[in-house]
């Protein structure tokens, strides 16, 4: 006879636990991580079938973690309740990367500014530009974010790109937006607010030294590629 609250599924969720307090990840599949997240927001449904499907559905490991909460619920059985592991294992990774980010840091190449950046701006699903304040030496000196959603020249005005950096003294600032497509490739409103901003830091004396678009997958330097 079944004992009063327990359900057909206990035994391998409770195994699923056991195995991870044990030894971590070591030797768990890709489907059962999703699964032990899943479990989280799920107090008696069996997850396995609907984490092997979020795997094919997304194509691995990475592509569940990286999804929106919204693309999550697209597969069949996964709700806000199921998806809160999913979302929580987000929201703990970007402040983790976000404190443990050092306080002093120098950005001498364009490699250690998408370094930087995509610690930042990797996983988010809106384009966010922004502008890094250096001071001579490369080292930085703040961050602003200026937009939020599709680049568009009209609403990035020099004004609020020049600002924070003439009051904080810096010597040069980095450009940076991320394109959450993936696709890196820089589009002619990109180019042209580049120029833009370029010919207003020739007048302010603040030179604008690169523009780095990133995705989470790599990144693109117009000054590597002779754009700036």
């Given at each position: 006879?079944?004992?009063?609250?327990?359900?057909?599924?206990?035994?391998?969720?409770?195994?699923?636990?056991?195995?991870?307090?044990?030894?971590?990840?070591?030797?768990?599949?890709?489907?059962?991580?999703?699964?032990?997240?899943?479990?989280?927001?799920?107090?008696?449904?069996?997850?396995?079938?609907?984490?092997?499907?979020?795997?094919?559905?997304f194509n691995g490991l990475r592509g569940v973690l990286d999804a929106s909460d919204e693309d999550v619920q697209m597969?069949?059985?996964?709700?806000?309740?199921?998806?809160?592991?999913?979302?929580?294992?987000?929201?703990?990774?970007?402040?983790?990367?976000?404190?443990?980010?050092?306080?002093?840091?120098?950005?001498?190449?364009?490699?250690?500014?998408?370094?930087?950046?995509?610690?930042?701006?990797?996983?988010?699903?809106?384009?966010?530009?922004?502008?890094?304040?250096?001071?001579?030496?490369?080292?930085?000196?703040?961050?602003?974010?200026?937009?939020?959603?599709?680049?568009?020249?009209?609403?990035?005005?020099?004004?609020?790109?020049?600002?924070?950096?003439?009051?904080?003294?810096?010597?040069?600032?980095?450009?940076?937006?991320?394109?959450?497509?993936?696709?890196?490739?820089?589009?002619d409103e990109d180019l042209n607010l580049t120029q833009r901003l370029v010919s207003v830091g020739e007048l302010t004396g603040v030179h604008v030294i690169d523009h780095i678009i990133i995705s989470s997958e790599?990144?693109?330097?117009?000054?590597?590629?002779?754009?700036?």
């Amino acid at each position: 006879m079944k004992q009063r609250g327990t359900y057909p599924h206990a035994g391998h969720r409770k195994r699923l636990r056991e195995r991870f307090l044990r030894s971590g990840l070591d030797g768990f599949l890709d489907y059962e991580i999703v699964e032990l997240l899943l479990t989280l927001g799920t107090p008696r449904k069996d997850c396995k079938a609907i984490a092997k499907e979020a795997i094919k559905h997304f194509n691995g490991l990475r592509g569940v973690l990286d999804a929106s909460d919204e693309d999550v619920q697209m597969i069949q059985g996964i709700g806000p309740s199921n998806a809160f592991g999913i979302k929580l294992f987000q929201a703990i990774a970007e402040r983790y990367a976000k404190e443990t980010l050092p306080t002093k840091i120098s950005l001498t190449s364009p490699n250690k500014v998408a370094d930087y950046l995509q610690k930042r701006l990797g996983r988010e699903k809106k384009e966010h530009f922004v502008i890094l304040l250096l001071d001579a030496q490369n080292n930085l000196i703040d961050i602003r974010d200026i937009s939020v959603g599709i680049l568009n020249s009209s609403l990035v005005h020099p004004r609020e790109v020049f600002e924070p950096a003439i009051k904080q003294l810096a010597a040069r600032i980095v450009l940076a937006h991320n394109h959450p497509s993936g696709d890196l490739t820089p589009s002619d409103e990109d180019l042209n607010l580049t120029q833009r901003l370029v010919s207003v830091g020739e007048l302010t004396g603040v030179h604008v030294i690169d523009h780095i678009i990133i995705s989470s997958e790599g990144y693109i330097s117009l000054k590597q590629k002779n754009l700036l």
